[in-house]
């Protein structure tokens, strides 16, 4: 895995993705393999702090293996081996080799399929591993490959694929459908995903890897009111749960701080990582500043417009 900070976050992101919906992730990221899977098949994640005891140094937290099993015993357990690569530059087919053949070991299952997921084009990336001699090969090893840059999004724009859909930003599309891309991963989120925290969480997704600016985020509204609409309704009901919440917290913390922290999570999510002149004037604000603020979260199209008089 890529090793500096931004691809971290990546891999917690997708992370997150496959451990929340791993069945619509492997029909996805390793569709010949899922199409073998059928109702009865049950997807379990491995518990990290089985690997992590086991493994030691070799533990490597943020890959994501997925263990699928038959209750009725009618077929061996098989093993799903995800990994995001966000930098393809990074990966190293050798360690996944070691990782599979770890697992292997580990689990007691011969069944492995390592899947690596590119968010960048992986072109010159190596697709199999020989050793051997001119005699004899005595290991190979291939992986599958899903690279998002190089799938058109128009096999998975309708698609009742939650993952997919939530990914159609990380496809091929042209520039000029990016507008339209954002439309159709919100549409999705709202159609397919009824609980209300999750559709949080992967607001962010969305938001995260399409990147639109502000003008385009006002095309997006004038273009397609009824998911704006309903984001701004979800951003009420949002942050009227965060009101509570700070109220919650300020039992134990006084309203105050509980309202800025609350407030604070707004932002973020709204607009990203904050900065420290924005912290600075959160720290220094009265609860009618905090409040006046919130509200302004719901119809700002900008940071500034949070902070506007």
């Given amino acids: 895995m890529a090793k500096d900070a931004a691809d971290t976050s990546h891999d917690q992101n997708f992370k997150n993705l496959i451990l929340d919906y791993p069945r619509q992730a492997l029909e996805l990221f390793a569709p010949e393999e899922a199409s073998q899977l059928d109702a009865a098949a049950r997807i379990l994640p491995v518990r990290q702090e089985q690997l992590k005891q086991r493994l030691g140094d070799r533990y490597r937290e943020l890959d994501i293996p997925l263990q699928v099993e038959w209750p009725d015993g009618r077929r061996e357990a098989i093993l799903f081996a995800l990994e995001e690569e966000t930098q393809p530059r990074y990966f190293s087919i050798h360690r996944l ?4 053949l770890d697992l292997s070991e580990l689990l007691k299952v ?18 199999a591993l020989r050793l051997g001699s001119d005699t ?13 840059p190089d799938i058109p999004y128009e096999l998975w724009q309708d698609s009742d694929n939650l993952v997919a859909r939530l990914n159609l930003p990380n496809m091929r599309y042209p520039k000029t459908e990016k507008i339209h891309i954002y439309a159709s991963a919100m549409r999705g989120l709202l159609d397919l995903e009824p609980d209300w925290h999750k559709q949080a969480k992967y607001i962010d997704f969305i938001d995260i890897y399409t990147r639109l600016t502000d003008n385009e985020q006002q095309l997006y509204h004038q273009h397609y009111p009824r998911e704006g609409n309903a984001m701004m309704g979800f951003a009420q009901r949002y942050t009227e749960q965060g009101i509570r919440q700070g109220m919650e917290q300020g039992i134990e913390q006084g309203v105050l701080s509980g309202e800025r922290q609350v407030l604070k999570r707004l932002l973020t999510r709204r607009f990203g990582r904050l900065p420290a002149t924005v912290l600075q004037q959160l720290e220094q604000a009265n609860t009618d500043q905090l409040e006046r603020w919130a509200e302004s979260v719901l119809d700002a199209l900008t940071l500034d417009d949070v902070f506007a008089e």
């Fill in 97 to 100: 080799a070691h990782y599979c």
């Fill in 110 to 127: 011969t069944r492995v399929v390592p899947v690596v997921i590119f968010l960048k084009t992986a072109n010159k990336v190596p697709k």
């Fill in 136 to 148: 004899h090969s005595y290991l190979n090893f291939s992986y599958l490959t899903c690279a998002l």
